[in-house]
């Protein structure tokens, strides 16, 4: 006798019932393009009912070859692309590109341009905390703070137009300085903005912090400790959450950070709700590192804020028109840029993420040969698939909104 | 060779002093260059040697040096959150045997920053457990970043996979 087409299910006793129900595992494919992720990512999830078996984190959809490009241009030429690594945070990219080079050129930045990196970092940083904090809590479906937020990061890109000329891709420092000094009215402007931003920091906490929506959602989930971060260089306000109070603003202080006093706030279990308190709390010590920057530059007073190393700046124009040597080296200069000596070095910046280091090699030329981003995004990024095993599939979206993966500098 | 006043580099030719080629501490990077069977060994005292602590396996890169023979140099920078320094240790690769040992079970960042190096090199891991491409796909033709790939390739169109 034929088989049946539909079987009947064998019968079920009382027992099968009290039992967990096991499904048979699904593969769920989310992204490249998901609205609740902002970073282009692909997870393949391998899901037992609601619970994640197995998570594979695909990156590499925005990889445009960026140390391709970099080793194809003039050292100068590589700076923009560094503004593109992070949208939220270009002038830490920046900041970290030059540091290394200047380190193979031995270069000593003058003091004010050194307090004006330190200011625009800062509110890079600001900007970078306010962009994770509201769009995390937009992913969770929370319209209000993410308002608050963005009014906020509007303030904050203002301020840095103000400085720059340009809201995301700020191209502000330079191999040897800065582009130009603070314009007219900046510093004013700039102490509103902090007060506004406190008050929106406030509104933000009065409805985030407590919420129960969002606690429940962020408490004890992606929970990571010290030695997991250890083990996959995890740095950054996520090592922090652990109660690690690793910077490198206060580990290897670079630029002026010895000299300007503020906190590493850490966490205790290292869950979401840690991450998000350290972000926070991460805005507010960077608004007072931009008010001692603020209250420094104008104790300062006017001064330069390049080098004057003729390796790497241009000479003064009325120079270039009357002098012929000045002309050959204004021409030289435009043309391929300064050449950098034969050697390697790393430098390193504590950028919003972690630890955003640049392995530059130079062979003398005016081309580099390698620059090497180390990008905190990725490699914060390779220990959520273990921080997530076993969790619902919910506890995905703020876990990966907390580790702030950028799709630019992940994937390069 | 001489350790440069860097604890690492005086605890790595203390302890194996034929596994390192060269040192340099140029710029304030302390640096050595070791025999790439050996980079296991090395890593592994680094690691758990009591004054290097180097706990963290911060960046794992590669450069091609291409008329030079050896052609590659496979470049770790490596941390120590509780001692604070660093090092940076290299490993010189053939283009003839672009293979080096995977430090994966020494340091999980490891994982896919090898892969990485894969990717763009085609230098490969030995024992790594997932030897896959990371930020190209699998049917993506040659290694980006060497020297010799042009920037203006073109690669084949990929049609969907079934």
Same mark, same amino acid.
């Given at each position: 006798?034929?088989?049946?087409?539909?079987?009947?299910?064998?019968?079920?006793?009382?027992?099968?019932?009290?039992?967990?129900?096991?499904?048979?595992?699904?593969?769920?494919?989310?992204?490249?393009?998901?609205?609740?992720?902002?970073?282009?990512v692909?997870?393949?999830?391998?899901?037992?009912g609601?619970?994640?078996?197995?998570?594979?984190?695909?990156?590499?959809?925005?990889?445009?070859?960026?140390e391709?490009?970099?080793?194809?241009?003039?050292?100068?030429?590589?700076?923009?692309?560094?503004?593109?690594?992070?949208?939220?945070?270009?002038?830490?990219?920046?900041?970290?590109?030059?540091?290394?080079?200047?380190?193979?050129?031995?270069?000593?930045?003058?003091?004010?341009?050194?307090?004006?990196?330190v200011?625009?970092?800062?509110?890079?940083?600001?900007?970078?905390?306010?962009?994770?904090?509201?769009?995390?809590?937009?992913?969770?479906?929370?319209?209000?703070?993410?308002?608050?937020?963005?009014e906020?990061?509007?303030?904050?890109?203002?301020?840095?137009?103000?400085?720059?000329?340009?809201?995301?891709?700020s191209?502000?420092?330079?191999?040897?300085?800065?582009?130009?000094?603070?314009?007219?009215?900046?510093?004013?402007?700039?102490?509103?903005?902090?007060?506004?931003?406190?008050?929106?920091?406030r509104?933000?906490?009065?409805?985030?912090?407590?919420?129960?929506?969002?606690?429940?959602?962020?408490?004890?989930?992606?929970?990571?400790?010290?030695?997991?971060?250890?083990?996959?260089?995890?740095?950054?306000?996520?090592?922090?959450?652990?109660?690690?109070?690793?910077?490198?603003?206060?580990?290897?202080?670079?630029?002026?950070?010895?000299?300007?006093?503020?906190?590493?706030?850490?966490?205790?279990?290292?869950d979401?709700?840690?991450?998000?308190?350290?972000?926070?709390?991460?805005?507010?010590?960077?608004?007072?590192?931009?008010?001692?920057?603020?209250?420094?530059?104008?104790?300062?007073?006017?001064?330069?804020?390049?080098?004057?190393?003729?390796?790497?700046?241009?000479?003064?124009?009325?120079?270039?028109?009357?002098?012929?040597?000045?002309?050959?080296?204004?021409?030289?200069?435009?043309?391929?840029?300064p050449?950098?000596p034969?050697?390697?070095?790393?430098?390193?910046?504590?950028?919003?993420?972690?630890?955003?280091?640049?392995?530059?090699?130079?062979?003398?030329?005016?081309?580099?040969?390698?620059?090497?981003?180390?990008?905190?995004?990725?490699?914060?990024?390779?220990?959520?698939?273990?921080?997530?095993?076993?969790?619902?599939?919910?506890?995905?979206i703020?876990?990966?909104?907390?580790?702030?993966?950028?799709?630019?500098?992940?994937?390069? | 060779?001489?350790?440069?006043?860097?604890?690492?580099?005086?605890?790595?030719?203390?302890? %194996? =002093?034929? /596994?390192?080629?060269?040192?340099?501490?140029?710029?304030?990077?302390?640096? #050595?260059?070791?025999? *790439?069977? $050996? +980079?296991?060994?090395?890593?592994?005292?680094?690691?758990?040697?009591?004054?290097?602590?180097?706990?963290?396996?911060?960046?794992?890169?590669a450069?091609?040096? %291409? =008329?030079? /023979?050896?052609?590659?140099?496979?470049?770790?920078?490596?941390?120590?959150? #509780?001692?604070?320094? *660093?090092? $940076? +240790?290299?490993?010189?690769?053939?283009?003839?045997?672009?293979?080096?040992?995977?430090?994966?079970?020494?340091?999980?960042?490891?994982?896919?920053?090898?892969?990485?190096?894969?990717?763009?090199?085609?230098?490969?891991?030995?024992?790594?457990?997932?030897m896959?491409?990371?930020?190209?796909?699998?049917?993506?033709?040659?290694?980006?970043?060497?020297?010799?790939?042009?920037?203006?390739?073109?690669?084949?169109?990929?049609?969907?996979?079934?």
């Amino acid at each position: 006798m034929a088989e049946p087409y539909f079987p009947s299910p064998p019968l079920r006793s009382d027992d099968d019932f009290e039992r967990d129900l096991h499904t048979e595992h699904q593969v769920l494919n989310m992204g490249p393009s998901h609205p609740a992720t902002h970073g282009t990512v692909k997870f393949l999830i391998e899901l037992d009912g609601e619970n994640i078996v197995n998570l594979d984190i695909q990156v590499g959809y925005l990889h445009r070859g960026f140390e391709k490009e970099c080793e194809s241009g003039t050292w100068y030429q590589a700076i923009p692309y560094t503004d593109r690594l992070n949208y939220n945070s270009a002038v830490l990219a920046n900041l970290g590109f030059c540091l290394a080079v200047e380190k193979l050129l031995e270069l000593e930045t003058p003091e004010r341009c050194q307090w004006l990196r330190v200011l625009a970092s800062e509110l890079s940083r600001v900007g970078d905390h306010l962009t994770r904090c509201g769009a995390s809590c937009l992913e969770l479906a929370a319209m209000t703070p993410f308002l608050y937020g963005i009014e906020a990061r509007e303030l904050t890109w203002d301020h840095l137009e103000m400085l720059c000329g340009a809201r995301v891709t700020s191209n502000y420092i330079r191999i040897g300085g800065v582009k130009h000094d603070m314009p007219n009215g900046f510093r004013e402007s700039c102490r509103g903005y902090i007060a506004r931003t406190r008050e929106l920091l406030r509104d933000f906490d009065e409805v985030v912090t407590s919420n129960r929506i969002f606690v429940d959602r962020l408490k004890d989930t992606g929970v990571i400790d010290r030695e997991t971060c250890i083990r996959y260089a995890v740095t950054g306000p996520i090592l922090r959450s652990t109660g690690d109070p690793l910077d490198l603003r206060k580990a290897e202080p670079y630029l002026v950070y010895d000299q300007i006093d503020f906190d590493v706030p850490v966490g205790t279990v290292g869950d979401n709700y840690d991450r998000y308190l350290v972000c926070v709390e991460e805005m507010h010590q960077s608004l007072r590192i931009i008010e001692q920057c603020l209250a420094k530059l104008e104790k300062l007073g006017p001064g330069p804020v390049n080098v004057l190393d003729p390796r790497v700046r241009w000479p003064a124009k009325g120079r270039v028109f009357n002098r012929m040597e000045e002309l050959i080296q204004h021409f030289k200069s435009v043309t391929e840029g300064p050449r950098v000596p034969a050697g390697e070095c790393y430098a390193a910046v504590e950028s919003a993420n972690g630890e955003l280091g640049f392995y530059v090699v130079s062979d003398g030329s005016a081309v580099p040969v390698k620059v090497r981003c180390r990008p905190p995004s990725f490699i914060n990024l390779a220990p959520m698939g273990g921080m997530l095993k076993g969790a619902l599939l919910a506890d995905l979206i703020p876990t990966f909104d907390f580790i702030n993966m950028v799709g630019g500098e992940c994937d390069r | 060779m001489e350790d440069h006043g860097s604890v690492a580099l005086r605890r790595l030719l203390a302890a %194996l =002093p034929a /596994a390192v080629q060269e040192t340099h501490a140029r710029l304030g990077d302390a640096t #050595a260059v070791v025999d *790439r069977d $050996r +980079i296991v060994d090395v890593l592994r005292l680094l690691r758990d040697d009591r004054e290097c602590a180097f706990a963290m396996l911060t960046d794992i890169t590669a450069v091609d040096y %291409l =008329p030079r /023979a050896p052609r590659f140099e496979v470049v770790y920078h490596l941390y120590s959150p #509780a001692k604070n320094h *660093r090092v $940076r +240790i290299k490993a010189l690769v053939t283009e003839a045997d672009p293979r080096i040992d995977s430090a994966v079970a020494l340091y999980a960042s490891a994982d896919w920053m090898e892969r990485e190096v894969w990717d763009l090199y085609g230098i490969r891991f030995n024992g790594h457990p997932d030897m896959r491409r990371i930020l190209l796909y699998e049917e993506f033709e040659g290694h980006p970043l060497r020297k010799d790939y042009p920037k203006e390739r073109r690669q084949p169109l990929v049609g969907p996979r079934n």
